[in-house]
């Protein structure tokens, strides 16, 4: 079996510089939902039809399994599928989908391709409001004659609703002669590949039609509108198998997944969180509202508190993290750890039971079990010109408004008293302080303003 991804067009209507198939949906460009719907049925080639946005197209969604036909100019459906001829193999099926229609299941491309096992087979919905769409034209039995598009309809043939969706599996041995004899004479002087169903039906070839299971599996995308809509389509979806998994949503219409979502038992999430890339949320993981998680693995038992924003980052089982916390590359917090309001990690460990519960900067460190880091501690990891490391042991406290300037090494068990400036080792166990001795004088007093 082929695939033939037609992906050349222009989508004017998207009024945008992005070619239209690299327009995003829950985060990945339409056309790459296609490919991999395609990859997902194991194709011997999977060609891309690329013209519109040329090059961009082609590095955007490259891979090794893809082949590539430029369409120079646009001349229709049918020309489009003509230049992936050179590229695909001449037995089997030929299945054509659109680069722009990324919501298609596999189960119904398997049906389509199927019902045209011993023929070609047509994937059709039947539309309230047809306008725009070719029509299924079929003789008084019920079979199918031929594709008229809208423009080149009679009336009569303007009232059949069961539409073309544009998506066909065509026997791969008859398509290079098929293409080889459409014309042009039509209402948009275009090779429509629509054509071939009439070549197909005077040949005696059986012509066979397959349904969607849901109308949104054949829509396409071809303004900012549509675009919308099958995004929300999207996340419904994406949300409804949470549920069915055993999820608990406080709204599922609020919740966006755009990547992976793996997740255990018993997980909540409240509205308003956004999950890209791949995060894995262990059991009994709680998200509060509003939260941000970008390839982010959250340990069982985790609670996270609203407004949190990670990314690249690790939070270990039974972690107490936010409201207002910001997890950046490479922050990794073991067991029972305690990250809070407006406290940012980066590349940093942390080990077990350690706890950041207030307004902290912890940058490029090695933070032990058991540590204290008090409200407004600062690691200065940055000179200017190089980032040094920091290294904080087990048992640790650090008052409150202390900066670390690194390099720099905090001994076990070390105390640092608040608004200590640490510039050189904190030997373990010790006090060690370096703010000014507290003095009072008596006898001062405050500049004040002549009286009138
Ligand atoms: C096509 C079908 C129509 C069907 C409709 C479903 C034909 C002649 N008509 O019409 O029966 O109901 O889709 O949406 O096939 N493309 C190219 N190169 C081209 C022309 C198009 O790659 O030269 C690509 C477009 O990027 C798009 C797809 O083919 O992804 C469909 O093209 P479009 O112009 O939207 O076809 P319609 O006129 O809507
Ligand atoms: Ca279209």
Redesign the pocket.
Known sequence: MNVVILAA?QGKRMHSNLPKVLHPLAGKPLARHVIDTARSLQPEKLVVVFGHGGEMVRSTLDAGDISWALQEPQLGTGHAVAQALPLISREGQTLVL?G?VPLTRASSLKRLLQAGHDGLSILTVDLPNPT??GRIVRDAAGNVQRIVEEKDATPQEKTIREVNT?IMAIPSARLADWLGRLSNDNAQGEYYLTDIVALAVAEGLPVRTAQADDEWEVL?V?SKVQLARLERVYQRNIAEAMLVGGVRLADPARIDVRGELTYGRDVFIDVGCVFEGRVELADAVEIGPYCVLKNVKVGAGAQIAAFCHFEDALIGPDGVVGPFARLRRGAELGPEVHIGNFVEVKKSRIAAQSKANHLAYIGDAEVGQRVNIGAGTIVCNYDGAFKHRTVIEDDVFIGSDSQLVAPVTVGRGATLGAGTTLTKDAPPDALTVSRAKQVTLTGWVRPQKPKK
């Open positions: 067009g659109y722009d725009g769409y544009g396409g071809n």
